[in-house]
């Protein structure tokens, strides 16, 4: 099980490690949904199959803290406060290049490609186009050998398809080990195609629990892929 951040009967708040679906996946390998239900079954006398609610989503190479829901009522709850812009979701990125300005804000229109899992900028009147925005802060920016990195703090103010992914690229700065939006990690490299786990974690996740109605927050330091070059 990973690691356990709180838990209760109402709510559980998880670590989500990189390389595990968010959701039930459609194969025979491990999600989150599916370990946390062994965990309760673990823990609990009854024989009924627990409810494990998905408030929200993190992509499958994406690492970080992500809230679940235990019962029905916990998950409206708590899916109304992420529709209602209440729940606060920040992650933490190292992206190749230097940003402009070291605070900013991303508002771009996306479309999703559902053949190809991907996502793009398009123009406000493209048919099918979601608003995408995001609040941005550079933490750090680093001489790593010939490249510059920049460790990027992001809070996400709406949920789209690969949205800091595809922002960040759009803007000039992709993030690091990004196989499908930085074009050196991309397979269309070839031979020159760098490798590594993307730079990408959900770091700070704050809410109001769905019963109690106390405020909850929770954060993270990511360590893995290159955030390690960080102080």
Known sequence: ???IFFEDQQIIVVEKPVGLESQSAHSFEPDMVSEIKKHINKLSTSKCEPYVGV????DKPVGGIMVYAKTQKAAAVLSKQVSG???IKKYQAVVCG???DNVGNYVDYLLKDGKNNASKIV???ING???AKLNYKVIQTIQDGEEVLSLVEIELLTGRH???RVQMSGHGTPIWGDNKYNPEFSPAAGPARKRGTIALCSCFLSFSHPAT???MSFQMKPDYSVFGKFQ
């Open 1 to 3: 099980m990973p690691n």
């Open 55 to 58: 408030i929200h989503r993190l």
């Open 85 to 87: 812009g209440e729940m």
């Open 98 to 100: 230097k940003l402009v």
């Open 123 to 125: 123009d406000k009147g």
């Open 129 to 131: 186009a979601k608003l």
């Open 162 to 164: 690969h949205q800091i």
């Open 213 to 215: 109605g106390e405020k």
